[in-house]
């Protein structure tokens, strides 16, 4: 017989959500709105700087790593702030109730346990997709930064990747995706979905998503997990970015010429 106290400790556990939370309809709508406001950042931010001689009209697609860099952070700020506004009516939950509180020391067990796990996840099916397929995809990030040159650029990068990327995207995939879909979903389901969607956004082209989206996939498996564990959205950031940093630091260390 297994200790129920121990291990009810490191279980997933199931959120009771009030009856009007997450109403089918306004979450569907509210999840277009999101890719709107992403997509919206970026035409604006686009138009601008071409109207500003910054990108050059018959080449956006070659912009400057810095403006690459600025790009993504005129896209994750309108998101972020978007995400937490229409959460709490959707989820007839506070943003402290969805986890935006301070972790406790079982969370950051669980956090950093969960960094290790999801570097194991990632890079073990990451091998095998690429001994399959005979393909060796770059991450668009991973190429972003071994474009930079000056030290302002790599900490600017830095900074996004280990810190602005994490925030933002636990509170898309996990605090508002994975909330939503478990609403009305096994956990497994939802944690599987809401991961197979956050490999895909990472995904530059369709043929990379064997070896770069579906080992991500699986590593947002590991980040439902953690948040399903823990409930706490901080909890999850730090596993994110520890999971970033190692990125980030095996790069620097081995890829940058």
Not at 28 to 39: D, N
Not at 131 to 139: A, N
Not at 168 to 181: I, Q, S, Y
Request: net charge neutral.
């Amino acid at each position: 017989m297994q200790n129920n106290s121990t291990w009810a400790r490191w279980q997933p556990s199931p959120t009771i959500w009030p009856p009007k939370a997450f109403p089918a309809l306004p979450t569907v709508l509210a999840a277009f709105g999101a890719i709107v406001v992403a997509v919206g950042a970026l035409v604006v931010f686009i138009g601008g700087a071409m109207a500003a001689g910054v990108i050059d009209r018959h080449n956006p697609i070659g912009a400057a790593p810095d403006v690459a860099l600025t790009l993504q952070i005129a896209m994750y700020l309108p998101l972020a702030v978007y995400i937490a506004v229409i959460l709490p009516p959707l989820s007839q939950r506070s943003l402290r109730e969805l986890g935006l509180r301070a972790p406790t020391g079982r969370d950051l067990a669980i956090a950093l346990g969960g960094i290790v796990v999801m570097f194991v996840v990632v890079s073990t099916i990451e091998s095998a997709a690429e001994s399959i397929t005979h393909r060796h995809d770059t991450e668009a990030a991973v190429a972003l930064m071994q474009q930079l040159r000056s030290p302002v650029e790599r900490l600017i990068f830095v900074l996004i990747a280990i810190v602005l990327a994490p925030i933002v995207e636990e509170l898309v995939f996990r605090v508002f995706l994975f909330n939503a879909l478990s609403r009305y979903a096994p956990i497994w389901a939802a944690a599987l979905i809401s991961g197979l969607l956050f490999g895909a956004v990472h995904v530059a082209a369709v043929g990379q998503f064997a070896t770069i989206g579906l080992p991500l996939a699986f590593g947002g498996v590991v980040l439902a997990y953690v948040y399903a564990t823990t409930r706490c959205y901080w909890a999850n950031v730090l596993t994110h970015a520890g999971f970033n940093a190692i990125g980030v630091a095996a790069v620097m260390l081995f890829h940058q010429s």
